[in-house]
């Protein structure tokens, strides 16, 4: 194989992965691994890290990985990130680091994500973990969301002695990791979960089913509790509709409820207690890497899926990996098409999508091309079930229940981007709370600033 090609994955053929919810894809073996980063030119000044979030070093993985040293390569990785076998999965490496590799100008980018995969996994299988702190501080953190960002920002503060002990609303604990991303892109129990132990083996605590802005608030945390510093990391897990006639018909779900159920509640096994919509046709409305989630998870639940998208293939905003997989599995792209009504019958239930036909105009605001209606051009897809992904917007439950902490017009918690610092003192935030909807590396990214912010903080307080 030529040095400028990849060393290409194993993956689950698509007519066998499309009837279960195994990973997709295999990953790379220490031998397919090796050669893989013998491709890598160890840049000096190297873009790629550049292009990473949480600035791993990357030349310096790739170049143990490449001598076969893969406690090494672990032990580099876990410097800069507390969730390596997620990111190694679902990062959109293509855009980032990959994006900026080198040898990427002449023929393939290095798989610098199916590296780090395959680092991450081999330490699981191999007891290898990271090295807890050799001594406290002393000082009491407690962050609020155990997703990426509060994950991340928990495992870095305890790596500097600080005692954290994070916050989750919900029973498992992961966030998005657990109730947005499905079995079939990230294992539950072979990945999030032993990902969250290793960072409970740096000392962080976790509580579960505590809802903050109801079960404690922030102020009490600072106030009554002994915490000295407080970091949000909550996400963003409030759904928007389209606001088109016909929304509330039954059999129309937001994207975060059906994958709720799926992923975080099994609901795709028939031992399940919880119940899913198993529809003959279903329609994912949106364009996003949830959307991608959504349809693949309702053709591995038996249905022929539309994925309905108002502009073209070049401005879908999911990863390419997860269009083509798409693709691969028989999913049905019908873009340049926009909802404009969800039809019932005569019980109430999802008959079908009354569709306009879309033409891209100027660009707007986004620099993508506007969609613009056809004029006459209307049309009906046949469906029993519609899914809405149209994004999500934090919850306002912690910022209306925080005294002094202050949003933006989206909700959104205000924070300063280089340390996670918002409009009240020792409270710092970091992920979708601040952003909106965005990937799980860029909520990393946020998480190691807001670390950095407390520690910087609590240092000269």
């Given at each position: 194989?030529?040095?400028?090609?990849?060393?290409?994955?194993r993956?689950?053929?698509?007519?066998?992965?499309?009837?279960?919810?195994?990973?997709?894809?295999?990953?790379?073996?220490?031998?397919?691994?090796?050669?893989?980063?013998?491709?890598?030119?160890?840049?000096?000044?190297?873009?790629?890290?550049?292009?990473?979030?949480?600035?791993?070093?990357?030349?310096?993985?790739?170049?143990?990985?490449?001598?076969?040293?893969?406690?090494?390569?672990?032990?580099?990785?876990?410097?800069?990130?507390?969730?390596?076998a997620?990111?190694?999965?679902?990062?959109?490496?293509?855009?980032?680091?990959?994006?900026?590799?080198?040898?990427?100008?002449?023929?393939?980018?290095?798989?610098?994500?199916?590296?780090?995969?395959?680092?991450?996994?081999?330490?699981?299988e191999?007891?290898?973990?990271?090295?807890?702190?050799?001594?406290?501080?002393?000082?009491?953190?407690?962050?609020?969301?155990?997703g990426?960002?509060?994950?991340?920002?928990?495992?870095?503060?305890?790596?500097?002695?600080?005692?954290?002990?994070?916050?989750?609303?919900?029973?498992?604990?992961?966030?998005?990791?657990?109730?947005?991303?499905?079995?079939?892109?990230?294992?539950?129990?072979?990945?999030?979960?032993?990902?969250?132990?290793?960072?409970?083996?740096?000392?962080?605590?976790?509580?579960?089913?505590?809802v903050?802005?109801?079960?404690?608030?922030?102020?009490?945390?600072?106030?009554?509790?002994?915490?000295?510093?407080?970091?949000?990391?909550?996400?963003?897990?409030?759904?928007?509709?389209?606001?088109?006639?016909?929304?509330?018909?039954?059999?129309?779900?937001?994207?975060n409820?059906?994958?709720?159920?799926?992923?975080?509640m099994?609901?795709?096994?028939?031992?399940?207690?919880?119940?899913?919509?198993?529809?003959?046709k279903?329609?994912?409305?949106?364009?996003?890497?949830?959307?991608m989630?959504?349809?693949?998870?309702?053709?591995?639940?038996?249905?022929?899926?539309?994925?309905?998208?108002?502009?073209?293939?070049?401005?879908?905003?999911?990863?390419?990996?997860?269009?083509?997989?798409?693709?691969?599995?028989?999913?049905?792209?019908?873009?340049?098409t926009?909802?404009?009504?969800?039809?019932?019958?005569?019980?109430?239930?999802?008959?079908?999508?009354?569709?306009?036909?879309?033409?891209?105009?100027?660009?707007?605001?986004?620099?993508?091309?506007?969609?613009?209606?056809?004029?006459?051009?209307?049309?009906?897809?046949?469906?029993?079930?519609?899914?809405?992904?149209?994004?999500?917007?934090?919850?306002?439950?912690?910022?209306?229940?925080?005294?002094?902490?202050e949003?933006?017009?989206?909700?959104?918690?205000?924070?300063e981007?280089?340390?996670?610092?918002?409009?009240?003192?020792?409270?710092?935030?970091?992920?979708?709370?601040?952003?909106?909807a965005?990937?799980?590396?860029?909520?990393?990214?946020?998480?190691?600033?807001?670390?950095?912010?407390?520690?910087?903080?609590?240092?000269?307080?």
């Open positions: 194989m030529s040095v400028l090609e990849k060393v290409p994955v993956e689950q053929d698509p007519a066998v992965r499309a009837t279960n919810f195994e990973e997709v894809c295999l990953g790379y073996n220490k031998e397919e691994a090796m050669a893989e980063a013998a491709r890598c030119i160890g840049c000096k000044n190297a873009a790629c890290v550049k292009g990473c979030p949480v600035s791993i070093d990357i030349p310096g993985f790739i170049g143990q990985v490449k001598e076969g040293n893969i406690a090494e390569a672990y032990k580099i990785i876990n410097e800069a990130s507390s969730l390596p997620v990111c190694g999965r679902v990062c959109p490496q293509e855009s980032q680091c990959e994006g900026k590799c080198i040898r990427g100008l002449k023929g393939d980018p290095i798989s610098i994500g199916k590296l780090e995969r395959f680092v991450a996994d081999w330490a699981f191999n007891d290898v973990h990271p090295e807890p702190p050799k001594e406290k501080n002393g000082k009491k953190v407690a962050v609020i969301g155990s990426p960002a509060g994950v991340t920002c928990a495992g870095d503060l305890a790596k500097m002695g600080y005692d954290v002990t994070v916050f989750e609303a919900l029973h498992e604990l992961g966030g998005v990791l657990v109730y947005g991303i499905p079995e079939f892109r990230l294992p539950k129990e072979r990945v999030v979960r032993k990902e969250i132990e290793n960072v409970k083996r740096l000392g962080v605590k976790f509580e579960t089913n505590v903050v802005g109801k079960s404690v608030t922030i102020d009490q945390l600072l106030e009554d509790e002994g915490f000295e510093a407080v970091f949000i990391g909550s996400g963003a897990g409030l759904p928007k509709f389209m606001g088109i006639p016909g929304e509330n018909a039954n059999g129309v779900f937001s994207a409820e059906y994958l709720t159920r799926s992923n975080l099994k609901a795709f096994r028939e031992d399940s207690k919880t119940p899913i919509m198993r529809g003959k279903v329609a994912v409305v949106g364009g996003g890497n949830v959307a989630d959504a349809a693949r998870t309702a053709l591995r639940l038996g249905a022929e899926v539309h994925i309905v998208y108002r502009r073209s293939e070049a401005e879908l905003p999911a990863r390419v990996e997860e269009v083509h997989h798409a693709k691969e599995e028989g999913i049905i792209f019908d873009l340049l926009n909802p404009v009504e969800i039809l019932s019958d005569e019980n109430g239930w999802v008959s079908g999508i009354k569709c306009i036909r879309m033409e891209l105009g100027e660009p707007d605001a986004s620099g993508r091309r506007r969609p613009v209606e056809v004029a006459g051009s209307e049309f009906v897809i046949d469906v029993d079930a519609v899914i809405m992904s149209l994004g999500t917007s934090p919850n306002p439950l912690i910022s209306s229940t925080t005294e002094g902490l949003v933006n017009k989206w909700k959104c918690i205000i924070a981007e280089d340390n996670g610092k918002t409009t009240k003192e020792g409270v710092y935030a970091g992920g979708d709370a601040v952003t909106g965005a990937t799980v590396i860029l909520a990393m990214g946020a998480g190691r600033a807001g670390a950095k912010g407390i520690h910087e903080y609590l240092s000269n307080k």
